[in-house]
């Protein structure tokens, strides 16, 4: 079991950063990949970015040189460094663990495979 509580999500304007935490718990050292993610309103949940226990990452393509994923394992914290946000960035963003090994690539494919998920917080970009 993992436990995981998001936050740092809040109001910005269009251009502007923002800074997610997620702070995780339990049985860590099973994790093989941790992630985020991201719900807007009458949208399906989407990938956002992705790192893996070697430090691979991935990031879906809307955010790629935008988005930074990092994880400090010595404290249990997964790090999503947001910037030049936009409004379609605005949607509700959680943390997710995942305990397989051998995930997809494909950044769209690999929800299924994260088991554990933190309660959200959101996140809203003004024009």
């Known amino acids: 079991q993992v436990y995981l509580a998001e936050s740092g999500g809040g109001s910005v304007q269009a251009g502007g950063s923002l800074r997610l935490s997620c702070g995780y718990s339990?049985?860590?050292?099973?994790?093989?990949?941790m992630g985020w993610f991201r719900q807007a309103p009458g949208k399906e949940r989407e990938g956002v970015a992705a790192?893996?226990?070697?430090?691979?990452?991935n990031y879906a393509y809307s955010v790629k040189g935008r988005f930074t994923i990092s994880r400090d394992s010595t404290k249990n914290i997964l790090i999503l460094q947001m910037n030049d946000l936009k409004p379609e960035d605005s949607a509700m963003y959680h943390c997710?663990?995942?305990?397989?090994?051998?995930?997809?690539?494909?950044?769209?494919?690999?929800?299924?495979?994260?088991?554990?998920w933190g309660r959200g917080t959101h996140v809203t970009i003004s024009v």
């Open positions: 997710a663990a995942a305990m397989q090994a051998g995930l997809p690539s494909d950044i769209a494919a690999l929800m299924p495979f994260f088991s554990y």
């Open positions: 339990g049985d860590t050292v099973s994790i093989t990949s």
């Open positions: 790192i893996d226990s070697d430090g691979s990452t």
